[in-house]
């Protein structure tokens, strides 16, 4: 899941980004609101978090520009105690949901969950299919009940291919998802991960799209789950 936090308070965005991290989101963050439209131009991201308070563009404006450009993506502000008005003014902007600071992050990324499904179309928070389940909330998956012990990629892939079947997606896509700036991908990054989910789990999982990319069929096709081991 790709995030864009932008917050002007480098303490605080350190500590986001570190607590987000093992989730298995990739977080890019700016410290302005100019830097957040470009890189909301540029990029594609699943959820924005929002601080109000911003050097040279302030949140609002952000929020209002972005929604009147048509960008659809969820965003949570992050704002000061008692700035009632501040909040208000969010939501009718465009915000999805807010949050006050000083927060905590297990409050955020239980509302980050809560947006994500909702902007997926999802009422239930786990994901399942075909024997395998996914829970964002307790980073866990098990197969057929039994729990598999998945690194934070393995289970960062996974969770994009599972949130919508059928959607072939390409290793670009993928790495763009997974990997926020700066971090090194390697260029096999992605056949690897999908290597170890396929042993992990099982094989016909996963389906290779020649020249393509990945995708999880949806029920009905591919192999079936009584046959699945
Ligand atoms: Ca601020």
Redesign the pocket.
């Given at each position: 899941m790709r995030v864009l936090l932008v917050?002007?308070?480098a303490a605080l965005a350190a500590g986001v980004c570190t607590a987000l991290r093992p989730d298995g989101y990739a977080v890019d963050r700016v410290g302005d609101g100019e830097l957040a439209l470009q890189s909301l131009r540029r990029e594609d991201y699943e959820l924005v978090l929002l601080?109000l308070?911003?050097p040279r563009r302030d949140g609002l404006d952000v929020l209002r520009q972005m929604r009147a450009a048509g960008a659809r993506v969820p965003v949570l502000i992050l704002t000061a105690r008692d700035a009632t008005a501040d909040r208000i003014a969010g939501l009718d902007a465009g915000a999805d949901d807010y949050l006050v600071k000083p927060f905590d992050v297990d409050e955020l990324k239980a509302r980050m969950r809560a947006l994500l499904r909702r902007s997926q179309g999802r009422p239930q928070p786990q994901l399942e299919h075909r024997g395998v389940r996914l829970d964002p909330a307790t980073q866990t998956v098990s197969l057929h009940a039994r729990v598999v012990a998945l690194s934070r990629r393995e289970f960062a892939l996974l969770h994009e291919l599972l949130v919508q079947p059928g959607r072939v997606m390409t290793r670009e896509q993928l790495e763009g998802l997974i990997y926020g700036w700066g971090e090194e991908v390697e260029s096999n990054a992605i056949e690897v991960h999908v290597h170890h989910l396929r042993r992990k789990l099982y094989p016909a999982l996963i389906r290779t799209v020649r020249g393509i990319g990945y995708v999880i069929d949806r029920d009905g096709a591919g192999v079936p789950a009584r046959e699945v081991p």
């Open positions: 917050e002007d308070d601080d308070g911003l």
